[in-house]
């Protein structure tokens, strides 16, 4: 059977390309998403793509996708700092998962340099800017079973 990833994305990457250009580049976020739409198609894999700037909401996508995905990717953004709701969730659906963010939170201020998603991610990826989803997408697919 096919396998389906969801890519998930935290509060604020909605903003991405039109702001903040020098940490976070100029990439949009519809950018990252067709991008992996192509990467996905290379792969044969399905993906879901979904964004939210709600710390509830995100805990429903992890849920839905624990109902029907193989493997989630996911860029918390600054929930990766504070939610523990979002680290019980990953925890709770039991799939691979893994953490992406753009810059390299540990280059950055002290309070990025702890993350809640690390302990239960399958790996983490940070520093890579949008090249980092596509490396997650090779590093989770290679991990899924067959
Ligand atoms: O580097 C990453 O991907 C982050 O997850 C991005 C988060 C930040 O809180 C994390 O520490 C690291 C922030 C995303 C906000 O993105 C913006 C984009 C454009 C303009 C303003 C914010």
Do not use: W
Not at 53 to 74: C, F, W, Y
């Amino acid at each position: 059977m096919t396998k389906k990833i969801h890519i998930l994305n935290g509060p604020n990457l909605n903003l991405l390309g039109t702001r903040e250009g020098s940490i976070y580049g100029y990439v949009t976020l519809a950018d990252i998403e067709k991008n992996c739409r192509e990467e996905c198609a290379r792969l044969g894999v399905e993906l879901e793509f979904a964004q939210s700037n709600h710390e509830g909401e995100l805990v429903d996508l992890i849920q839905r996708a624990g109902e029907s995905a193989d493997g989630i990717i996911i860029n918390p953004a600054a929930y990766t700092h504070t939610s523990v709701a979002i680290h019980d969730a990953i925890r709770a659906v039991n799939l691979p998962v893994v953490e992406v963010h753009l810059s390299n939170i540990y280059a950055r201020e002290d309070f990025r340099h702890h993350s809640y998603v690390s302990p239960v991610a399958l790996g983490t990826i940070c520093g890579f800017g949008p090249a980092g989803y596509i490396l997650a997408l090779g590093a989770l697919t290679s991990h899924l079973p067959e």
